[in-house]
């Protein structure tokens, strides 16, 4: 199936790190994405990775990818309250298709 | 501040009116998208304009209506809407199509 598959929520102090897993099912898929999304906003993208990349680092975010198990994580370093939202990992869908398939979504709250 | 501008924000139509939503973005991108997301749920897609030509479908009843006017143009035209199609209707576009794609902050959308 197309399912992509992430936990439904995620608590955490802040100042601490932050890890968000993703189990994605299409091994042909080029890139792989993460995208927050605030209350009553649309979705940011955060970053993306190419499927020939382990690791991506930006700033406080860090992504890794394994193939062989089709697991993506996202890693935010230094939490803070400003990062509470719902974060979706996103693949692009089978060959030859524009369509982007999202995960189930993340909701991520971060306490003081 | 998000580069893909959607108007309006909010909208609230009876089943018998006609609508329609507007997405606009000055990046450059060819290639453009209309999703559908309902509370608590990842984005579904509707439709994606490739060069200003319609280039997937995803089954979207005829009651919803897109067009392409030009490159930075999106709309979205609703006619007939059912109570079920409220939801929280987002753009995003991307260089062309296989890119990352950057969204709008969306519409949300109420039919009675």
């Known amino acids: 199936g197309e399912d992509v598959e992430q936990s439904l929520f995620l608590s955490v102090r802040e100042g601490d790190s932050s890890v968000i897993n993703c189990t994605y099912t299409?091994?042909?898929?080029?890139?792989l994405y993460w995208y927050k999304q605030e209350p009553g906003a649309g979705l940011q993208l955060l970053t993306y990775?190419?499927?020939?990349?382990d690791m991506k680092q930006d700033q406080r975010l860090t992504v890794l990818l394994n193939k062989k198990d089709k697991h993506l994580s996202l890693r935010i370093a230094d939490t803070q309250t400003g990062d509470s939202a719902i974060y979706f990992c996103?693949?692009?869908?089978?060959?030859?298709?524009?369509?982007?398939?999202f995960g189930t979504g993340t909701r991520l709250q971060v306490f003081p | 501040d998000t580069e893909v501008t959607q108007t309006p924000k909010h909208l609230v139509m009876g089943m018998t009116n006609k609508k329609s939503l507007k997405c606009e973005q000055h990046?450059?991108?060819?290639?453009m998208y209309w999703y559908k997301q309902k509370a608590k749920k990842p984005p579904e897609l509707m439709f994606v304009?490739?060069?200003?030509?319609?280039?997937i479908n995803e089954s979207v009843p005829s009651r919803f209506s897109p067009e392409c006017p030009n490159s930075s143009l999106l709309n979205l035209h609703l006619h007939a809407l059912q109570p079920e199609d409220s939801a929280l209707y987002l753009c995003?576009?991307?260089?062309?199509?296989?890119?990352?794609?950057?969204f709008g902050d969306g519409t949300r959308l109420s039919i009675l």
């Open positions: 996103a693949e692009v869908g089978r060959a030859n298709t524009d369509k982007l398939i």
């Open positions: 995003a576009s991307s260089q062309v199509i296989k890119q990352p794609q950057h």
């Open positions: 304009y490739s060069y200003e030509k319609l280039s």
């Open positions: 990046m450059g991108h060819r290639a």
């Open positions: 990775i190419f499927s020939n990349m």
């Open positions: 299409d091994s042909s898929s080029t890139y």
